[in-house]
């Protein structure tokens, strides 16, 4: 029995090797199916980025969708500018608009008063488009001017009165009458903006080629920038209301 024994340990020593070759072989397969799965994805990945490629290349944007990319780009100028000017203004800094895009009237828009660039682009939408009840938020009056207001609207027969519903309302309402219908668009060329003021300089284009450059001055109240009205548009208004019926030179440009 004792010689029997060393060959019971060798077939034992055998099985045990077969099984370890047996388990080493089933994990090495494993491995190599996990690292073939994984193979397979990258390769459906690249053969989806390839083709991804392909159809952008290929893709050909229409007029119109370009235009829509440009109009949006010009918009996002635009943003960045107007926020660059209220961080300066944030920190109490003079700071400058810079120019910015042509603006067809056709894509005006009520633009708010958050800074003097959106105002002036508000006013001319509502004065082109007879928002009186917009145009006159939009509109502020030095002391002086805001007298010669007051007064003229006294002065009107108490149906008007009732008719136009306060000061403001009669210039607005005579600034949307008096607006250039063929006015075609707008661009801001520059301008200065102090802690309660600012001057814009801003290009009104007209259908004929022509182009009329104005300085409109602001003034920054608790809820935003207004468009102040010189005198001379008060002037104009007088006369047409009282005097000689001219309409009134245009506070817009």
Known sequence: ???????????????????????RGERNGAAASS?????????????????????L??????????????QGSAEA???????????????????????GPKVPAK?????GRASPDSTIESVLWAASRGDVDRLSGLLAFAPDVRARVETLFSQLPAESQQD??????VVATLLAGSFPKDASAMTIQGGTILEREASVSVAVEHSDGATKNNMVKFQRTTDGWQVLVPSSVM???????????????S???
């Open 35 to 55: 690292a073939l799965d994984a193979e397979r994805q990258r390769h459906v990945e690249l053969v989806r980025l390839r083709d991804e490629g392909l159809r």
């Open 77 to 99: 100028a635009r943003l960045r500018a107007r926020l660059g000017a209220l961080e300066q203004e944030a920190a109490g800094l003079p700071s400058a608009i810079g120019a």
């Open 1 to 23: 029995m004792k010689g029997a024994r060393p060959a019971w340990i060798v077939f034992g020593a055998a099985a045990a090797a077969v099984a370890l070759l047996l388990a």
């Open 107 to 111: 894509d005006w828009i009520y633009a």
């Open 235 to 249: 002037a104009s208004c007088e006369k047409l209301l009282l005097g000689d019926g001219h309409p009134p030179e």
């Open 57 to 70: 290349r290929n893709d050909q944007p229409t007029a119109e969708e370009k235009a829509r990319l440009e």
């Open 251 to 253: 506070a817009t440009p």
């Open 164 to 169: 136009y519903g306060s000061p403001e309302k």
